[in-house]
């Protein structure tokens, strides 16, 4: 990390202490950034509140609309890239962020009013204590484009709301129960001093990798089961379309590769974090297998293979954890008999769960 950024992080250039930075990565985007800017800034308090938005080469009137912003907004702060990607454009806010804390929204998403104000004047009181929490865990909600129903992600169930815990009090998530980038809240040190977290880019899904390799350096976390996060889906070409998914397949496979990669051995980190690195990995691994059987491609149903060898060479304790599991255990059922079961474990899981 830069030492220049190191000195002030958590401050501004007039010595107010930061609470929080929020990162919009930002492309194509005229459209919603707007909105999305609009649900951080309706908070009436902002005086420890830092917006960066990551203009990452935008061909529209992105930049234009961001410096528009930031004009009308001390907190705002607008960084113009050449384009880097999603993943490429989360570095470079995380590098410059000067909060305590650092969340990562969306462009074409955004924050709820109520949340918001309950969710930073939390992070207000774990920025004065001795010993800040690590992460901060909040819902989310899937916007989808034409549902008049909306699908709310808690954790009630699995996570004691307003207590500062440790790993080992996480109870077993649902497989429709996982930690996105949407809901998480990291203290900025995690990411930046001891996960030196630096996403790939030019690579869709790196939210993922956002999501799973920074675990293992967290130590204490808070679930507040506020409905904060927003996340809109189903416009046209979204990256969680099916099938734009498919044609990423190999994005897809990179992403689950580097997570497999920083998966932690059963015994340097807390059980309950390792139960659920081996939950969100097989989540992953179910992702990667289904959308390479839905292809009816003879060549991505060697590759679903090649990548469940590709775990159990690199991570084979992870690897057999994960097999061992229910959905593990179909995903790996071998010719016609386990294609057919992904398929209509997708129909279920898309026609019951919503699940993309």
Wanted: aromatic share 10%; hydrophobic share 40%.
């Amino acid at each position: 990390m830069n030492n220049a950024i190191a000195e002030h992080a958590g401050r501004s250039d007039e010595g107010q202490r930061i609470t929080i930075t929020f990162v919009i990565p930002s492309y194509n985007v005229e459209d919603y950034l707007g909105r999305c800017l609009s649900s951080l800034l309706i908070e009436q308090r902002l005086d420890d509140v830092e917006i960066i938005i990551v203009n990452d080469g935008s061909t529209d009137g992105t930049l234009r609309l961001a410096n528009e912003y930031a004009a009308r907004y001390p907190q705002i702060r607008v960084i113009d890239q050449e384009n880097k990607g999603h993943g490429g454009a989360v570095n470079t806010g995380v590098a410059n962020a000067r909060g305590m804390y650092v969340k990562v929204v969306d462009s074409d998403d955004w924050l709820d009013q109520v949340a918001l104000h309950n969710v930073l004047e939390e992070l207000r009181r774990q920025a004065a204590s001795p010993a800040p929490v690590d992460l901060l865990i909040t819902n989310y909600t899937y916007e989808k484009q034409g549902k008049r129903i909306k699908q709310t992600i808690r954790y009630a169930s699995v996570i004691t709301p307003n207590r500062v815990i440790g790993w080992n009090e996480v109870k077993r998530f649902r497989p429709d129960q996982n930690l996105l980038m949407h809901s998480l809240t990291y203290r900025t040190r995690i990411l930046r001093d001891k996960a030196r977290l630096e996403l790939p880019e030019h690579t869709f899904y790196v939210d993922n990798i956002y999501a799973y390799a920074p675990l293992p350096q967290v130590r204490t976390l808070m679930y507040l089961d506020e409905d904060l996060y927003r996340y809109f889906i189903g416009r046209e070409g979204q990256s969680v379309q099916k099938d734009t998914m498919i044609r990423r397949i190999d994005q897809l496979i990179r992403v689950v590769r580097l997570m497999i990669l920083a998966t932690p051995s059963r015994d340097s980190v807390p059980e309950g974090l390792y139960r659920y690195m081996i939950h969100y990995l097989t989540i992953n691994m179910g992702i990667d297998s289904a959308f390479m059987v839905l292809s009816k491609n003879r060549e991505n149903y060697r590759r679903k293979d090649e990548l469940w060898r590709y775990l159990d060479d690199h991570a084979p304790e992870a690897g057999q954890a994960v097999r061992h599991t229910l959905i593990g255990s179909l995903l790996t059922v071998p010719g016609p008999v386990g294609r057919w079961l992904i398929r209509v474990g997708y129909w279920f899981a898309h026609n019951v769960f919503g699940v993309n």
